[in-house]
Nanobody, 118 residues
Framework: VQLQASGGGLVQAGGSLRLSCAAS????????MGWYRQAPGKRRELVSA???????NYADSVKGRFTISRDNAKNTAYLQMNSLKPEDTAVYYC?????????????WGQGTQVTVSS
């Protein structure tokens, strides 16, 4: 199983970006999908997550600005980030709990850099 993250980049404060996380491989079920981020010198933190039934949760710092969604037919999750702030600058990692023939395991995608300039 692989998670491929994309969509990061450089944007001015107030701008928008959309991150994508596509899962591939011998997948039975994709359970929880989510996005974490890690800024320099800080711990990795949960940004948002979405269940298989599309229940969502968000960090307080992004509520009202970020929206997570998923397309189960494409095994893909999205993070729409609006009204970006310089403090959103971080490496963003997608994460998923996926059931395969080997059982349920957690997987991480490669990070994608998001830089918000002031």
């Amino acid at each position: 199983v692989q998670l491929q993250a994309s969509g990061g980049g450089l944007v001015q404060a107030g701008g928008s970006l959309r991150l994508s996380c596509a899962a591939s491989g011998n997948i039975f079920v994709i359970n929880l999908m989510g996005w974490y981020r890690q800024a320099p010198g800080k711990r990795r933190e949960l940004v948002s997550a979405i269940t298989a039934r599309s229940s969502t949760n968000y960090a307080d710092s992004v509520k009202g600005r970020f929206t997570i969604s998923r397309d189960n037919a494409k095994n893909t999750a999205y993070l729409q980030m609006n009204s970006l702030k310089p403090e959103d600058t971080a490496v963003y990692y997608c994460h998923a709990g996926i059931t395969t023939a080997a059982g349920l395991n957690a997987y991480w995608g490669q990070g994608t850099q998001v830089t918000v300039s002031s």
